[in-house]
């Protein structure tokens, strides 16, 4: 069967490789739908390859049917609709980021199974397609978690790629007072808006300090500075001036969250952050969150998940799919298979 891997930094290849086999222990999916991430990008630009040095599968946000089942494992059914928790297990048994298995194929072999936690059972009435956004979903649920908003709370997301939108997603489902999307993407924007958000500011063409100032009030003054009136500040964008641009403009006791993946150092005015007494703390992948998102996807409006994948391209033109990835106008990214429904 054909496998998407990474070869060396900047180059991947769609390989042909033999068909799964599933031991005792585990399970067989046949992929009908897996999302393009910003991580692929990056594990592409930097060359990561499995830890025993071989090309190393891409493909982690998937949904599908399985078809095989171990003879060791319980509580799942060939022909049930799953979607299949990649980062569950550890080391080379991960699923698309540096294990020996990718989902950007037509059968991922799901290792060690662990019944309602490795594979999880779709509701009904949500397509393969929806179910594969459970992952970016839950990634951006768990940053807005970490920020602990309340009905109250005057958020701003900065970033509007799918996981910020996600970001926005949950912050309007929460019914938070205010919530501003930041990109300089004018089609990312209009994205963040069919998701929610109550308004939107490109840097680029507005003042950001003084829009926001304008849609959140006057903040609390920290070092005798203005400020603007922003409860939470969630930097899900990863641009190099963000944070500065963030502290700079920090209420007192405003918090920040980050979920952004930041490659190199970036340089912060500490005192500055000290003097606003700004609560930082970071957010990473989705430890309790998959399960909670796949319980409240079936109640999110179908326009709203429609509007959250920006694209979908059929496994046949992948190398399309993740080229448009990769552009400032495109939200989620979908690459579906021939798998039943």
Not at 114 to 136: H, K, Q, R
């Amino acid at each position: 069967m054909k496998v998407v891997r990474v070869h060396e930094a900047g180059r991947y290849a769609i390989d042909v490789v033999p068909e799964p086999v599933a031991g005792p222990n585990d399970v067989i999916v046949r992929v009908g739908a897996c999302g393009v991430c910003g991580s692929d990008v990056h594990f592409v630009r930097h060359g990561w390859r499995q830890a025993n040095g071989d090309p190393m599968p891409l493909g982690h946000e998937a949904a599908g049917v399985v078809e095989t089942v171990g003879s060791a494992v319980t509580g799942v059914a060939a022909g049930q609709r799953v979607f299949i928790n990649p980062m569950l297990s550890t080391g080379d048994e991960v699923i698309g980021n540096g294990g020996r298995d990718g989902a950007f194929a037509a059968r991922v072999l799901v290792r060690s199974v662990v019944a309602g936690e490795s594979l999880l059972p779709l509701p009904e009435g949500i397509s393969l397609s929806e179910a594969a956004l459970v992952e970016p979903l839950a990634v951006g649920m768990h940053g807005i978690n970490r920020g602990n908003p309340t009905r109250s709370t005057k958020a701003a997301v900065f970033g509007c790629g799918p996981i910020g939108l996600a970001g926005v997603l949950w912050l309007a489902r929460r019914g938070v007072a205010h919530v501003v999307a930041v990109d300089i993407s004018d089609k990312r924007l209009e994205y963040a808006r069919k998701m929610g958000a109550h308004a939107t500011i490109n840097p680029l063409k507005e003042d950001l300090f003084e829009r926001l100032r304008e849609l959140h009030g006057e903040g609390r003054p920290a070092l005798g500075k203005p400020t603007v009136g922003t409860d939470v500040f969630y930097d899900m964008a990863g641009g190099k001036t963000v944070l500065a641009g963030i502290i700079a403009m920090g209420q007192l006791h405003s918090r920040l969250v980050i979920s952004a993946v930041y490659p190199e150092p970036v340089a912060l005015n500490l005192t500055d952050l000290l003097g606003r007494e700004m609560e930082v703390t970071t957010a990473c992948g989705y430890p309790t969150e998959l399960k909670a998102v796949l319980a409240e996807l079936p109640h999110v409006p179908k326009d709203v998940l429609a509007a959250y994948v920006s694209h979908t391209f059929p496994f046949e033109q992948f190398d399309e799919a993740f080229a448009t990835a990769q552009l400032p106008e495109s939200a989620k990214v979908m690459v579906t298979f021939d798998a039943p429904a």
